[in-house]
């Protein structure tokens, strides 16, 4: 008998051939921080409640995509853990999803005391946004006095068993200086320390050229402060993250260079915005509307699967948006909208 040992083929793969293994889901637009970054300045309207999601509906894309292929689920936002009722949540997603790896990005202010029963529920791993270590600079890039709630949530998760990853927005001319203080963190504690790359995404932010930091540049100077050993790739991992030992160190530094060095090629994500839009690429506005299917009582499983599937087929090469963008935002939805 001819028996065929080739892998089975992916089942959510896109027109590039590129297999999608990880389902980034937005809960919320809201969020209780203002970052600079991330939403317009001024003018940013939240969407209605009713416009959201409901966890319900958010369940049965979930429980839909899961057996596909999906091997990562990222809660995000807005701010996750700002919706009402979001523990509870999480804990559905895991019974909906058993084995697969669900984490959740978070500011940080409302973590620490909840970071426990967090991790009672099954969480293993959170990254906490923190682009400063300073309270004053924090109140002005985020809008909000909460530098100590956002910083001590650090601990409560490591504290609580919780894999920890920090990532900063890399701004020159506003945290460009604290390089040193945050290699001292990634020295001191097990976690990972990421730099972002300031990406134009959405109008009104602060986005400009020379705010720009390139990831080359950050470790560069890096390594007038620390002795970096590059650390392998894990096998079959798509994470857009380069990362480095820090020697003599508990914790890695890391880079994450969206402008500078897409990672299109081996894009592995999909996106579920909160107002019910599958988005295939970070850097498009093209989406693809569930909402009205998943409050339509006619719609079938096979009918939510054809647009999921529709999406991918289409999900682009972002890096060609991005070569075409000419100074401007390279999309016009805000990240708080979109979730990172
Ligand atoms: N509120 C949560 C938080 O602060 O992590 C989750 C939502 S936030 C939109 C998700 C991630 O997007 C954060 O790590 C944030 O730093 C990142 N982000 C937002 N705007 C960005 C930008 N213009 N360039 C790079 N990263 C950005």
Redo the contacts with the bound molecule.
């Keep these: 008998m001819n028996r065929d040992t080739s892998p089975p083929a992916p089942q959510l793969a896109d027109g590039f051939g590129r297999e999608v293994s990880y389902l980034r889901v937005s809960v919320t637009d809201r969020?209780n921080?203002r970052?600079v970054?991330?939403r317009p300045v001024h003018d940013f309207h939240e969407l209605n409640h009713k416009d959201l999601l409901s966890y319900e509906e958010y369940l049965r894309v979930i429980r839909l995509a899961a057996p596909l292929g999906l091997t990562k689920i990222r809660l995000?936002?807005?701010?996750?853990l700002a919706r009402r009722g979001f523990p509870d949540f999480l804990a559905r997603v895991m019974d909906a999803a058993p084995g697969l790896d669900v984490r959740l990005?978070?500011?940080g202010t409302l973590l620490g005391p909840q970071a426990k029963m967090l991790a009672s529920l099954g969480l293993r791993a959170v990254?906490i946004?923190l682009d400063t270590l300073d309270r004053e600079s924090f109140h002005r890039i985020t809008g909000m006095d909460l530098y100590a709630q956002a910083r001590s949530s650090i601990e409560a998760s490591l504290e609580a068993g919780l894999r920890v990853k920090v990532?900063a927005?890399a701004m020159r001319g506003v945290n460009d200086h604290e390089l040193p203080g945050f290699i001292e963190l990634a020295r001191t504690l097990p976690l990972d320390m990421r730099f972002?790359?300031?990406?134009p995404?959405g109008g009104g932010?602060t986005?400009d050229e020379s705010r720009f930091w390139p990831a080359s540049e950050i470790l560069e100077s890096a390594r007038r402060f620390a002795d970096l050993t590059p650390v392998e790739p894990v096998k079959g991992s798509h994470g857009p993250a380069r990362m480095w030992k820090i020697e003599g160190g508990q914790g890695r530094l890391g880079v994450i260079s969206?402008l500078s060095g897409h990672y299109c090629l081996s894009c592995n994500r999909l996106r579920l915005t909160c107002d019910g839009k599958l988005r295939p690429c970070l850097y498009s506005d093209k989406e693809y509307r569930l909402r009205p299917l998943l409050r339509s009582p006619r719609t079938s499983d096979g009918k939510l699967l054809e647009v999921l599937r529709r999406a991918l087929a289409r999900k682009p090469m972002g890096y060609k948006l991005l070569d075409e963008r000419h100074k401007r935002a390279v999309c016009s939805r805000a990240?708080?909208a979109i979730?990172?």
């Design positions: 969020c921080l970052c970054y991330c995000t936002g807005g701010e996750p990005t978070t500011n990254n946004s990532n927005v972002i790359e300031f990406m995404i932010t986005w969206g990240m708080t979730g990172g």
